[in-house]
């Protein structure tokens, strides 16, 4: 299988460039599978796993939402933050869920109202899918 070069930035630059086989990104409207020789195109993704797989190994990353550039012979992606799987923190994305659950029960309740419901939701979404991620890939 020919391999194909995958270069992630974020604002701090170029974070990672990895040849492989083939990419799967978390596109708005499902999973996206890229090999080498795909169509050229332009996608938005969701924050969710980005998964890299070579013949003898599978790397795993959460990222925030992107924007990935797929020519033929490469992809580049633009994003906020690249995680790889063996850094995400599972106590910090526990905590982090739980304040968000409780900021949103607190606003359900009418206990407050200088919450910013989206913030919240947002906040909670990244939690849940750093822990699937994980849970995923068994290192949770």
Do not use: W
Not at 18 to 38: A, E, N, Q
Not at 86 to 100: H, L, N, V, Y
Not at 101 to 119: A, W, Y
């Amino acid at each position: 299988m020919k391999q194909f070069v995958v270069k992630v930035y974020t604002p701090k630059g170029l974070v990672l460039e990895k040849s492989t086989d083939y990419l799967r990104l978390p596109g708005k409207s499902g999973d996206i599978g890229v090999s080498y020789d795909h169509t050229p195109s332009l996608v938005q993704c969701i924050e969710g796993e980005m998964v890299l797989k070579t013949s003898n190994h599978t790397h795993g990353f959460f990222l925030t939402e992107a924007m990935a550039y797929i020519a033929k012979e490469d992809v580049v992606l633009i994003v906020n933050n690249l995680e790889p799987i063996e850094t995400i923190d599972k106590k910090r994305a526990e905590s982090s869920k739980e304040r968000a659950l409780k900021r949103l029960e607190d606003v359900r309740l009418n206990q407050t109202n200088d919450i910013d419901v989206e913030r919240a939701k947002k906040s909670l979404n990244r939690a849940e899918l750093r822990l699937e991620v994980l849970l995923k890939h068994q290192l949770g």
